[in-house]
């Protein structure tokens, strides 16, 4: 294209070849190395006057190094006197760093919009933003582009059955990613979610009933009972609720579907059944409840989930990160009743001022990226949580999809519901951007329970590293990039590149 | 400090240097505020103020480590942030030594001017005042909208030669033509001669031809400059300085940046010693280093953030080094 020159920054080469090798010409020359002392230097080779500059540049180890990189290079185009310097991210740095999620944090995304437009960026083209409210943290133009048609297409073309799998989200802030899959294939959707609630008192009273299941009766009962009125009395504050009767939470949570008595049998059995918790630790796929309320809380923003689609509901002991047996012996017994569930001592000099809240906040207030930022955090070791599966999913294939992989544990919990309490023929785990923090990608190599994991490379994955991981799939979208790139220079509309091709 | 509970002095210190915010610290009288820094599996930094900090003065003392300059940048930026939607009332950067300041003019086509953009970044973030020490350039001080505190290690410096030196015997030296006002500056209140060494420069980091001008024959030379990086301009300088019959060399340098092979060139030059200032953390360093002596530069930095917190005049300090 006459007129534009393509930089690629050290994190991604590649791609950018790819991009350029997509548009008929060269990536344009610039020597990119650190200082001694570990400041970096940026030198353009090639005359950016009058010129359109776009710089690509995605995520890398050294993120810190990648993005002062990115702002040097774009501050020495700016005054090489560019035309006009449009930022190519496919993977924003920091955008799970969108909002104040703690006290005195930092929202951290819309400080590095400010440097980029401080660098002199004029556009940005990005691809799935964690939060597409993002775009407004920006003073100039943000073109967010989708993965999702690549990956609908990859779906379509590869996976035989796809037409009776199932979309299952592993969070449940993350539905909403997941019901737009759902609906672009015109799939069923399901959802696994982790219940921060459940601490170590839960595990303790479940143990004790394993132990001598009589004597538990008059202990919980009157718990059970106090509790239900509560959360009847006040119909949607069930979260309140749980917050009030912390010594047992795992009751409150059975407890939420049964004040609305729409299938037989389930306030029934929470009300008069001697053995309520036994009993519900072993429900399988032939004991149903109704979730409605359930799904309406976690959702909270008006969508529209009370169909037929989400029938089972499937409960799971998540221990270390993983489903155990329902009589096993958690670790954290020992500790039981005390601890708060975070052992981690940065967290722990804070937990007084916000892990309360936060927990309270999982119960479903709506707040659409929350659970999946700090998520992570909760699947610590010794801790267990009750990990529930919302959905039918037997015999089916199953698509996990988040917009990121960076840790494996969720994935791997949620791999591990669906495929061993939910009974799924296949699990593919799919995410835009690989970001494979760690030792994730051999972790979730190593997981019998995944079969597939599909990203695209947005976020540079070493080559030796995806060698060796036989189950990843990368779909590549330099074609995507490349004609977002041609769009912006020509000033033809990007809407096209959103739209599902229906080729199959 | 004062009595007063309202907008009261709060230091957060970045991981970069936490041995001179603790100084600092112990010099104004007060702890260091509880902050959480950590990194994500993705190497993205978060960071936490543990105490509320609403209304309150901040000053955030990051220096930056050799090495992990972009890091410890990005946590400056990302403190500064956090702290601005915390409702600080001012955020005081204190950048001991800063970060691609010799980045600071287009001297080639193209050439990036870091050091604006760092300004620019630094004040994006929300930062309202800086305080560092002896910027390479005086000029980058106009880079910035916010005042600009530049301190000098120079009072400091003087006080070094005094103890240690008969200042008859010595003469300051400045490695290169852009040192010259700050080693005259120096020679002038001493009253000592003065020296200096031109150098041809090819590329960055790399030493090239060297003249002396002036005479160090039976002298102390005593080279000053503001940073240290890999030593090769120094060590080569000091060799110059015996070749012309100095009776011993030795440097006093602002930040030792220290980088690459700096250590083992040290330990292998002519020069006796090496003092630097602790604006930059020297890690082990100082152990590896037989030449290597620091000065405590904290208590300079220390009293600048009183006198700012308390609406005083700096000036005092640009010609004393409080002990």
Known sequence: MRGTLIFSGTSCPSLTKKICENLGMAPAEAELTQFSNGETSVRILTSVREKDVFVVQSGSPKINDTIMELLIMISACKGGSASKITAVLPYFPYSRQSKKKSHRGAITARMLANLLGVAGVKHVVTVDLHASQMQGFFKCPVDNLHAEPLIARWIRHNVPDWKEAVVVSKNAGGTKRVTSLADALKLNFGMVTTDKKRGPNMTASMIMNHLDGIERQPVLDPISNQVRTTSTETQNGSSEATNAQPQDSRTVADDQGSPRPVVNGTRSRSASNPKPIPTRSQTTLSQSSVIDEVDEETEGDGLEYNDQRAHEVIHGRLVEGHIVPDDFVSPAESVAGTEIPDEDPMVMSHASSFFAPQSHALGGSGDAAASSDEEEEILKPKVEHMITLVGDVKGRSVFIVDDMIDKPGSWIAAAETVAKRGSAKKVYCIATHGVFGGDCLEQMQACECIDTIVVTNSYPIPEEKARRASKLVVLDLSFLLAEAIRRNHYGESMSPLFQHVLDS | ?323
Do not use: W
């Not at chain 2, 100084?23 to 543990?50: C, D, H, M, P, W």
């Not at chain 2, 400056?76 to 030594?97: E, K």
């Open chain 2, 1 to 323: 400090m004062s009595a007063e509970m309202a907008n009261e002095i709060k230091l957060i210190s970045g991981r970069s240097h936490p041995e001179l915010s603790d100084k600092i610290a112990k010099r104004l009288g007060i702890e260091v505020a509880r902050t959480i820094s950590l990194n994500y599996s993705n190497q993205e930094t978060s960071f936490t103020v543990g105490e509320s900090v609403r209304d309150e003065d901040v000053f955030i003392v990051q220096s930056t480590a050799t090495g992990d300059v972009n890091e410890g940048l990005m946590e400056l930026l990302i403190m500064i942030s956090a702290c601005r939607t915390a409702s600080a009332r001012r955020i005081t950067a204190v950048i001991p030594n800063f970060p691609y300041a010799r980045q600071d003019k287009k001297d080639k086509s193209r050439a990036p001017i870091s050091a604006r953009l760092v300004a620019n970044m630094l004040q994006t973030a929300g930062a309202n005042h800086i305080v560092t020490v002896d910027l390479h350039a005086s000029q980058i001080q106009g880079f910035f909208s916010v005042p600009v505190d530049n301190l000098y290690a120079e009072p400091s410096f003087l006080r070094y030669i005094r103890e240690n030196f008969n200042s008859e015997d010595c003469v300051i030296v400045s490695p290169d033509a852009g040192g010259a006002k700050r080693a005259t500056s120096i020679a002038d209140h001493l009253n000592t001669a003065f020296a200096l060494i031109h150098k041809e420069r090819p590329r960055p980091n790399v030493v090239g031809r060297m003249v002396l001008v002036g005479n160090v024959e039976d002298k102390v030379a005593i080279l000053v400059d503001d940073m240290a990086d890999t030593c090769g301009t120094l060590v080569k300088a000091a060799a110059v300085l015996k070749e012309n019959g100095a009776k011993s060399v030795l440097a006093l340098v602002t930040h030792g940046i220290l980088s690459g092979n700096a250590i083992e060139t040290l330990n292998g030059s002519v020069l006796s010693a090496l003092v630097v200032t602790n604006t930059v953390p020297l890690g082990d360093k100082v152990q590896r280093c037989p030449k290597l002596r620091v000065i405590d530069i904290s208590p300079t930095i220390a009293e600048a953030i009183r006198r700012t917190h308390n609406g005083e005049s700096v000036s005092y300090l640009f010609t004393h080094a409080p002990v």
